[in-house]
């Protein structure tokens, strides 16, 4: 399953278009008579406790493998760094885990939800590097510079200033940026393994 059609029609397997919440993801599996692999890239992070508990409840439920790739574990290092580097996280990771989000601990929470089930799990540090790319290292500290004047207001002016310098810094071909993630393998126990297709 997958919402983007795009990537489903070019899968080697049967897929099956889905819209629904991550809530619902239990009813979705038992709808489908359960999957070998339930996998999603860049969620976790996203993810509310009672949300992530219920991906993770749906998977061990129905016994099928599962692949989190793309989950944001906190880890950030911009080269070279700038004074107003650890405020600007300190608001960005704060606007990130609003609304109880798990945010940088949701891969290691699933990780440890799995084990807890009896689960083999593989934990695999990927982080990006990002030096060549410059519209996407663009993209990358505005975004996060958004995210961090919407959280404190009142420090919007000193967010203005770090993204033009930041910019600037890029312009001159000088930047490097460290995003760290974590990718989750859960395995189940073999006598818990999902349908074979």
């Given at each position: 399953m997958d919402h983007d059609q795009a990537l489903t029609v070019t899968a080697p397997v049967l897929t099956t278009a889905v819209l629904a919440d991550v809530a619902d993801l239990e009813a979705v599996l038992a709808r489908l008579g359960g999957a070998d692999l339930v996998t999603a890239a860049a969620l976790l992070d996203l993810l509310d406790e009672p949300r992530l508990t219920a991906v993770i409840d749906a998977v061990v439920g129905c016994g099928a493998a599962a692949l989190f790739s793309l989950t944001v574990d906190g880890q950030v290092r911009i080269d070279?760094?700038?004074?107003?580097?650890?405020?600007l996280a300190h608001a960005f990771d704060a606007h990130q885990r609003r609304e109880g989000r798990v945010d940088p601990d949701a891969g290691a929470a699933a990780a440890g939800r799995f084990r807890a089930h009896g689960w083999r799990v593989?934990?695999?540090?990927t982080p990006w590097r990002l030096s060549s790319d410059v519209a996407l290292i663009e993209a990358w500290l505005s975004g996060r510079a958004e995210a961090a004047a919407e959280?404190?207001?009142d420090a919007a002016d000193q967010v203005a200033a770090w993204l033009e310098r930041r910019r600037r810094r890029l312009g001159d071909g000088g930047l490097e940026v460290l995003v760290g993630h974590l990718d989750v393998l859960a395995l189940p126990p073999p006598s818990r393994s999902g349908p074979s297709r």
């Open positions: 070279p760094p700038d004074p107003y580097d650890d405020a593989v934990e695999a540090r959280w404190e207001p």
